[in-house]
């Protein structure tokens, strides 16, 4: 019989690897070049994801390909739809700056915050995981409720998101405005929809570290003490975003409607889902799910790629 202090340190021990945990400069450094690098490859396309998911007409037009492209053109492209090639690129830029502050401070806080909850959770609850689920079961167990837990307290960082959505699909809204301003006169206002951010993030988080760590479990990764190859890191994100992106997507088409409407005529949740349905039927709740998952995605993959892999790098190079 293995005495239950030694065996929850050797649950923890054998969880820590697949997981990265390590120094908590690792985890900073790792997770804010994850985030630099996710913003600066692929702003433009989350800025394509968000338009199409405020649009709240019909896009697809099954019968005329020419409407669809004209209304993808005018959706994505909105007040430069006439302009030229550049101009239209140029146009996907909106809310850089809210978009580096969101962007960097939610991949330290999310990417690098879930191993410390992780490794807590682990110590604490480690070894009744491991006795009612099994190891490899306990162990994805645990990683995907922690990343639950991080992705409800993601909301915090709400308000810089709201501002980086207003930018890009309704940037009359902040014109003439500084950042002082708006958070003076908005105050609590920025934080609307923030119920249905979390209920949206605890799911979706859920997801994408429990799908991540499953991955691994899968390949064989960390029980042999050895990191993950990079390779084996960009399949474990591959599938963990998948199914976060997914099991997100219609709690973030309403999200988004929440945050794109104009300060002064918010609208609940509640009433937004009931138009959605009403005017664009049930699959009006998954619109914009194709760009993310074939666009988006990869940016979600590539920064929890980069971000576990460097996590795990500097914290075996600052030992």
Same mark, same amino acid.
């Given at each position: 019989?293995?005495?239950?202090?030694?065996?929850?340190?050797?649950?923890?021990?054998?969880?820590?690897?697949?997981?990265?945990?390590?120094?908590?400069?690792?985890?900073?450094?790792? %997770?804010?070049?994850?985030?630099? %690098?996710?913003?600066?490859?692929?702003?433009?396309? =989350?800025?394509?994801?968000?338009?199409?998911?405020?649009?709240?007409?019909?896009?697809?037009?099954?019968? %005329?390909?020419?409407?669809?492209?004209?209304?993808?053109?005018?959706?994505?492209?909105?007040? *430069?739809?006439?302009?030229?090639?550049?101009? @239209?690129?140029?146009?996907?830029?909106?809310?850089?700056?809210?978009?580096?502050?969101?962007?960097?401070?939610?991949?330290?806080? @999310?990417?690098?915050?879930?191993?410390?909850? !992780? =490794?807590?959770?682990?110590?604490?609850?480690? *070894? =009744?995981?491991?006795?009612?689920?099994?190891?490899?079961?306990?162990?994805?167990? !645990?990683?995907?409720?922690?990343?639950?837990?991080?992705?409800?307290?993601?909301?915090?960082?709400?308000?810089?998101?709201?501002?980086?959505?207003?930018?890009?699909?309704?940037?009359?809204?902040?014109?003439?405005?500084?950042?002082? =301003?708006?958070?003076?006169?908005?105050?609590?206002?920025?934080?609307?929809?923030?119920?249905?951010?979390?209920? #949206?993030?605890?799911?979706?988080?859920?997801?994408?570290?429990?799908?991540?760590?499953?991955?691994?479990?899968?390949?064989?990764?960390?029980?042999?003490?050895c990191r993950a190859t990079w390779t084996q890191d960009a399949i474990a994100s591959c599938v963990g975003a998948t199914a976060s992106?997914?099991?997100?997507?219609?709690?973030?088409?309403?999200?988004?409607?929440?945050?794109?409407?104009?300060?002064?005529?918010?609208?609940?949740?509640?009433?937004?889902? /009931? #138009?959605?349905?009403?005017?664009?039927?049930?699959?009006?709740?998954? @619109?914009?799910?194709?760009? /993310?998952?074939?666009?988006?995605?990869?940016?979600?993959?590539?920064?929890?790629?980069?971000?576990?892999? !460097?996590?795990?790098?500097?914290?075996?190079?600052?030992?």
């Open positions: 019989m293995v005495p239950k202090e030694e065996k929850t340190t050797a649950s923890a021990a054998a969880t820590s690897p697949v997981h990265v945990s390590g120094k908590s400069t690792a985890r900073i450094i790792g %997770s804010a070049v994850a985030g630099v %690098s996710e913003l600066a490859l692929f702003h433009p396309v =989350d800025t394509v994801a968000k338009r199409l998911m405020s649009t709240e007409t019909r896009v697809i037009t099954l019968n %005329s390909p020419t409407q669809t492209a004209a209304n993808l053109n005018t959706a994505i492209f909105r007040t *430069s739809a006439a302009e030229s090639v550049g101009r @239209k690129f140029i146009s996907l830029f909106p809310g850089i700056g809210f978009g580096a502050a969101y962007k960097i401070l939610q991949r330290v806080y @999310k990417f690098g915050g879930q191993p410390v909850l !992780l =490794d807590m959770m682990t110590r604490r609850f480690g *070894s =009744d995981f491991d006795e009612k689920f099994g190891h490899k079961t306990g162990r994805t167990l !645990l990683s995907a409720t922690s990343g639950s837990l991080i992705g409800v307290g993601e909301v915090i960082l709400l308000p810089l998101d709201a501002l980086k959505v207003k930018a890009q699909t309704s940037p009359e809204q902040l014109h003439g405005r500084g950042v002082v =301003d708006i958070f003076k006169n908005e105050g609590l206002g920025l934080y609307r929809g923030a119920g249905l951010t979390a209920m #949206r993030n605890a799911p979706g988080s859920f997801a994408l570290f429990g799908g991540n760590t499953a991955a691994k479990t899968f390949m064989g990764v960390g029980e042999d003490g992106i997914t099991v997100a997507q219609p709690l973030d088409v309403i999200k988004t409607r929440i945050q794109n409407r104009p300060f002064d005529s918010p609208e609940s949740g509640a009433t937004i889902f /009931k #138009r959605l349905i009403e005017n664009e039927g049930i699959g009006g709740l998954f @619109k914009g799910l194709t760009p /993310k998952l074939l666009v988006v995605g990869p940016k979600l993959i590539f920064s929890f790629t980069v971000a576990q892999h !460097l996590i795990g790098y500097f914290e075996y190079k600052l030992k």
